[in-house]
């Protein structure tokens, strides 16, 4: 390795990354949350699909206190801010 860039690899060693993964728990929360209200227009196999999807997408993008940020807002910013997720994940119903 050259020495003019071991200070670069050192400096994104040392730089902490943002996770943007919820936590298990989080997703937990999400995933059951989503599946009680799912399952009785989609049927439970549809919901199981279309929910963990969901929950896959939205833990790509936000960390635990992104999201508890997300959903302390009003209803129709909750929504513009999380509807990407639903969108991709109804093609797959």
């Known amino acids: 390795m050259t020495r003019r860039f071991r200070p ?3 400096l994104f ?3 902490p990354l943002k996770s943007h993964a919820l936590s298990e728990q ?3 929360q999400l995933y ?3 599946y009680q ?3 009785q227009d989609l049927g439970a196999d549809k919901a199981n699909s279309y929910c963990q999807c969901t929950v896959d997408k939205l833990s790509k993008k936000f960390s635990d206190e992104e999201l508890d940020a ?3 807002q ?3 910013d909750i929504y513009k801010d999380t509807e990407f997720a639903s969108k ?3 093609k797959d119903i």
């Open 8 to 10: 670069i690899l050192i």
């Open 13 to 15: 060693l040392l730089k």
């Open 26 to 28: 989080k997703k937990q």
């Open 32 to 34: 059951l949350g989503c």
């Open 37 to 39: 209200i799912s399952k």
């Open 70 to 72: 997300v959903f302390k």
């Open 74 to 76: 009003k209803p129709e």
């Open 88 to 90: 991709f994940c109804e």
